[in-house]
């Protein structure tokens, strides 16, 4: 039931926000909303058997934003992290969520995979609307992530991870 209320709220928020209207700003612990979200889809996690590991800094500041979008965000982060990880053979198959105060004005989270990696080409435009490297996929989700990190003032961007696989960053102006 809580899990359904959860995704009726993610679906009412991304909603507003295509419809541009202003999201619920108020501060928000993004290691609480990373670990929330690792117990929304940690069961999926263990069932591909891929390892999940946090490296979450301690009192961190809170950002500005809506909690539910964030957390959409993030579940979008690991969904992503996990697929690509799942289409690898052989080698450790692990996500990594990390958080670190980057200033003391800004907060960063980095989402790293050990998966099959991104093209040269497809750094910038993985966050482009209908762009998808995936057979099924829509090419939304990033967009979409891009959209409400850029709405918080923040940034988000991608860069490869060594020795394989792919780093997701965001960061945020701290409160």
């Known amino acids: 039931m ?19 209207a ?3 700003r108020m501060p928000v612990d993004l290691n609480e909303v990373i670990t ?4 929304l889809i940690g069961s999926e996690v263990k069932q591909n058997g891929i390892s999940m590991r946090t490296k ?11 909690r ?7 579940l979008n982060l690991i969904a992503n992290a996990m697929e690509a990880t799942r289409s690898t053979k052989g080698g450790p198959q692990d996500i990594l969520i990390s958080t670190e ?35 099924e996929g829509m090419g939304m989700g990033l967009a979409i992530s891009r959209s409400i990190i850029e709405a918080l003032g923040g940034r988000i ?4 991870a060594s020795p394989r696989g792919t780093a997701v960053h965001f960061m945020l102006p701290a409160t």
């Not at 979450?56 to 809506?66: E, K, M, Q, R, Y």
């Not at 539910?68 to 993030?74: A, F, S, T, Y």
């Not at 961007?157 to 490869?160: C, L």
């Open 101 to 135: 105060s980057a200033d003391s004005n800004r907060i960063l989270v980095v989402v790293r995979d050990t998966g099959i990696g991104l093209k040269s080409d497809e750094g910038d435009l993985i966050f482009e609307p209908f762009y998808t490297t995936k057979p």
């Open 157 to 160: 961007w991608v860069e490869p």
């Open 2 to 20: 809580k899990d359904a209320i959860r995704a009726s709220d993610i679906v009412a928020r991304v909603r507003a926000m295509a419809k541009r």
């Open 56 to 66: 979450l800094a301690a009192a961190l500041p809170t950002v500005s934003g809506d």
């Open 22 to 24: 202003p999201s619920e």
């Open 68 to 74: 539910i979008q964030l957390q959409q965000v993030v």
């Open 36 to 39: 929330d979200t690792i117990a």
